[in-house]
């Protein structure tokens, strides 16, 4: 079994999610007792919030970098960042390691390819949803990704801030989610793409009648596929 590294904290409530999923399906493919192996860098999410915020993204990255080098010194044999947001320097993390970076976007994409959604509604932080660093990977993918309205933007992003990212769950919050997704189904999307990977954590397929696409499940088989070598 190859070592996953997981950059995590961002926030940690979602890389607990990481955590359990990658574990749990190790166990399912390899046995009851079986687990992975792998490290978790968890960085401190203040100062990136602050530099996110604060539209220093090269302060957020040279923070990731230093963990994924720390991963990779550490016997990592890919890295997995537990954050759709921070995808924004992928490429600069990419640049600074010599193991592989599994990307959010890509098995999210594939997902949507397999399952015939061409067209697909995204949900993130309004940094995810309105800059082009996830959508541009998306659509290389052949897909079209439609973003919310500008105040539903601001809801989704205030909730996942204030809320989520603090492990707080609301029914009243849930049914904004829901609203939004309503409206994105009536632009024509096909299927909806959980694009934080604490969305998961309030949205469940029974709360969307379109086909949910959950990048924090989906990004966690890429890493048990890699580690098992699939």
């Not at 709360?207 to 949910?212: C, D, E, G, M």
């Amino acid at each position: 079994m190859r070592t996953i590294g997981l950059i995590g904290g961002m926030s940690w409530e979602s890389s607990a999610e990481y955590y359990r999923l990658i574990n749990q399906q190790v166990r399912d493919r390899l046995g009851p007792l079986r687990s992975a192996q792998l490290l978790m860098y968890s960085v401190d999410f203040g100062p990136v919030e602050q530099a996110q915020h604060a539209g220093r993204w090269d302060d957020a990255a040279a923070i990731l970098v230093d963990a994924a080098r720390g991963l990779e010194a550490g016997g990592a044999e890919c890295v997995v960042l537990c954050t759709n947001t921070m995808h924004k320097v992928a490429g600069q993390i990419q640049a600074a390691i010599t193991v592989p970076f599994l990307h959010i976007a890509d098995p999210t994409g594939q997902a949507a390819v397999d399952a015939g959604a061409l067209k697909v509604g995204l949900l993130g932080t309004a940094f995810t949803m309105e800059q082009d660093f996830l959508k541009d990977r998306l659509s290389a993918m052949g897909l079209t990704v439609l973003v919310p309205e500008a105040e539903q933007r601001n809801a989704v992003h205030r909730i996942i801030y204030d809320e989520l990212c603090v492990g707080v769950i609301s029914e009243t919050s849930r049914k904004v989610y829901q609203q939004v997704i309503e409206s994105l189904t009536q632009r024509g999307a096909q299927a909806i793409i959980l694009g934080c990977t604490e969305i998961g954590m309030l949205i469940k397929p029974e709360h969307s009648a379109l086909p949910l696409l959950d990048t924090t499940e989906l990004h966690a088989q890429a890493a048990v596929a890699f580690a098992l070598g699939d």
